[in-house]
DNA sequence: GTCTATAGTACGATAGAC
DNA sequence: GTCTATCGTACTATAGAC
């Protein structure tokens, strides 16, 4: 029952949005409040400090982060096609939360590194699994990696990139059967 | 002639390096001009504004890649196989350039933003010309954005990462080789 | 639980001496 | 060309009324 719009889920809300369409430096309390309709007194009460915000956020994204790898594990297309293709930004509230987060790890806290090494090392643990080999394993990361990047960083003009292409026609389908090549063939 | 350590250089050597190794909001005016062994109005003198500072980092930027541009063209290996193995972080000017440059995409400087999107339209027109196909340039690329991202983001502890590894134990080759794999097989 | 008012600090930038 | 001194602003966080 945390999903109510309580003053507490409107501030991490906006503070979230802030942080995706205009970053970090814009993000301030005085904003974060102002988006969530309260004052910088009133969100203060929920969270004490800054540092107390973006932990929320990163305790929000373990939550979703949870959910994902269990559903990788069971992902009938296996976890290396499945972690392709959830690297396309798709506006869902893991994403979400990820682009938001992902904004903070240039600046001074340390936390928001460890919490994406720990994400890195489980996504990379269910790829190894699937596909056996270590370097394949490792570029297949790298091609998602540098699908989410791209979105985290040169972002959604306005609300584009949502769809299936992410590059000049490319389509995601193209990038998997890609990744399908790689697959070690049985013997047979 | 513009190597000699010239107060102008110093100045934009310090920024650079203080963006690298402790992010954008450690990069002021005043911790660069300590740096660079300078007062803030001697800074000043060089660098009219901070925004001034990032121009001058990104026109330095400019040169190199030109230079790369044309290293990448004629790469006996060809491009794809090049881009892909410079995209480890070597410490090379160039790469310290970028790393620098790219710290600050989420600041509020769209201009940033547009120089790495010209980079990356010319690395994969050269791609394009080497591979042919396009989903196939486009999973080389996203390849190297993902180890350069990881590299920027989550850096170089302590110059380690310079060597051949890059997880786990996967060492570039591995990588390349993976490349050669995608390349389409001329009929014969 | 939410507000206003304010303290304290850090930063970018200017002015003027040398 | 480089320095010191200073102004203006924006931000985080606290204190206390309601």
Known sequence: MTSQPSTRGRVLAAYQDLLISDGPSAATLDAVAAAAGVSKGGLLYHFKSKEALVEGLLAQLREYAEA??????QAPQGC????????????TPFDRAIVAAHRLIQGDDDSVRQVFAGLHARWYELILTDLKDAATAHA????????????????????????KE???????DALLEIVEKLRPQARS
Request: no cysteine.
């Open 68 to 73: 994902d790898f269990a559903a990788m594990a």
């Open 166 to 172: 992410t590059q000049d026609g490319v389509t995601v």
């Open 140 to 163: 297949v990361m790298l091609l998602g990696d540098g699908l989410y990047y791209n979105a985290a960083l040169f972002g959604f003009p306005t609300g584009v990139h949502f769809g």
């Open 80 to 91: 290396a096609a499945y972690y392709v293709r959830t690297s396309v930004f798709g506006n």
